[in-house]
């Protein structure tokens, strides 16, 4: 069953390696079958060095495994939150990278400061709130997925492909995993460029004319970025 879903969510996984965002099992990635609302994830807690492609495991949108031996990643209950709150996308990456989980843990939006930044994202990456006593000792992962979607109340998530969970870390997405993945590297090296930037200019300052220009240069409908 979905076989080339999990070839492809496999090898993202794998790429969350190969671009230094994980250690040890610290990341998932998963991607939805839109046709027919299952999403195939990683399996919780397997090691990158000795995980399988069919080890992936599929779920539909309510969490119930519908193919796979091993259970699915603890973190399923958020990633499902996001493919039912945001119809366009088709991957989703959760990480404890090193920057983007220190801005996360600071409690801190990445401020969007240069052009690297908003030729991806429109706007600072925005950090949610803190979760309540409840919410942490009830079904955790999906109410993690509830803040973000709180968070978003009047942002795109097309134009925003990713968040922090305060004290918690990042989560990205795309149009499929790879492209999800792809969001997340960027978001960490934005992350330690904003880090680095501050400690430079406390003080410093973004040209919002630079921030429409890059971002609606590569998206939108006057897009003329590439080929």
């Not at 031996?69 to 990633?79: E, G, M, Q, R, Y």
């Not at 993690?144 to 990713?162: H, K, M, S």
């Not at 918690?168 to 460029?193: C, I, T």
């Not at 410093?204 to 409908?221: D, Q, V």
Request: hydrophobic share 40%.
């Amino acid at each position: 069953m979905l076989e080339a879903l999990k070839e492809e969510v496999f090898k993202a996984n794998l790429d969350l390696v190969k671009h230094g965002l994980v250690i040890f099992t610290w990341g998932n990635v998963s991607a939805i079958d839109r046709a027919t609302g299952l999403v195939v994830i990683k399996p919780s807690g397997v090691s990158y060095e000795d995980m399988k492609a069919e080890d992936m495991v599929v779920v539909d949108l309510e969490g119930k495994v519908v193919e796979g031996k091993l259970k699915p990643s603890s973190d399923t209950a958020s990633h499902l939150v996001f493919y039912k709150a945001f119809p366009n996308i088709g991957g989703v990456v959760h990480t404890h990278s090193t920057f983007a989980t220190a801005w996360a843990q600071a409690g801190c939006d990445i401020p969007n400061i240069g052009t690297t930044h908003s030729d991806y994202f429109s706007a600072a990456i925005p950090c949610t709130r803190d979760m309540t006593q409840q919410e942490v000792e009830g079904e955790y992962e999906l109410e993690t997925g509830n803040v973000v979607v709180e968070r978003f109340n009047g942002l795109n998530p097309d134009f925003i492909p990713g968040v922090l969970v305060k004290n918690h870390g990042p989560f990205s997405w795309g149009k499929d995993s790879h492209d999800a993945v792809h969001n997340a590297v960027v978001m960490e090296q934005v992350a330690k460029m904003a880090y680095i930037a501050y400690g430079v200019n406390p003080d410093l300052t973004m040209n919002e004319n630079l921030t429409k220009k890059h971002f609606y240069r590569k998206h939108g409908p006057g897009a003329y970025y590439g080929q």
